[in-house]
């Protein structure tokens, strides 16, 4: 099955644009802005501000990206040196780009960190697996 270019794309550097559209539209991640409150049977008081929220969609995008790394061949190989370079480019963001100066920002860096390492690590355990099972 022939894989469109789009599925090559690492998803944090979507997450990246996104992170920039929603500073450059007024969102301020180190504000604690409840987009809703939810009352829990326990009696606690839930609440998701948009800083949880685009936590909560990085997880989601360094699960499916973890997923996309078990593929191998050599579309996987610039995949995970363009999930490099986005890590880089989230990392010098962060120290020198003021809005990107947030926890927030931080995870996400660590989490296209994490991706980046994992990409490379599976592709090199499923590209022995398969030089044994052809040898």
Known sequence: MKLSIISYIPLFLVMLIVYYIMTLAGVDFNAA????EISLPSGAEWALTSSNLFILFCVIVL?????????TGAGAIAENSLSILVFVVCLMLFMLYKPAGTSIFLIMTLMSLLDSIAGFTITVIASRRDLNLNG
């Open 33 to 36: 802005d409840k987009l809703f």
């Open 63 to 71: 699960f499916i990206e973890i997923i996309k790394s078990t593929r």
